[in-house]
């Protein structure tokens, strides 16, 4: 009795041993992944505040370069800086991608 008891009592504790590590591992990286996908959140959240900011920028820009007022090297510079912008978007943009 005794020769059959020990390996199922080994056996039984090593089946426990193994779960408790597995649940253990699965709750970590649970933890792992709600932080990475917070980050994520964080992150967009950030870029379309960016994205906001470039389109007011590019429209002040544009209102600018447009002007009667705003001198040609003035306007050439605005004109410049917007396209300068758009490829930083579209840069942005395939990055997203």
Do not use: C
Not at 55 to 68: I, M, N, Y
């Amino acid at each position: 009795m005794i020769r059959l008891g020990l390996p199922v009592i080994v056996l039984l504790v090593g089946t426990g041993w193994f779960a408790w590590a597995s649940y253990r591992r699965a709750a970590l990286a649970e933890r792992a992944l709600a932080e990475v996908n917070a980050e994520h959140r964080a992150l967009m959240h950030e870029v379309r505040t960016l994205e906001r900011a470039v389109a007011a920028a590019e429209q002040g820009l544009r209102t600018l370069s447009s002007h009667p007022s705003v001198p040609r090297d003035v306007a050439v510079t605005a004109d410049l800086t917007l396209a300068d912008v758009r490829r930083l978007v579209e840069r942005s943009k395939e990055l997203d991608d």
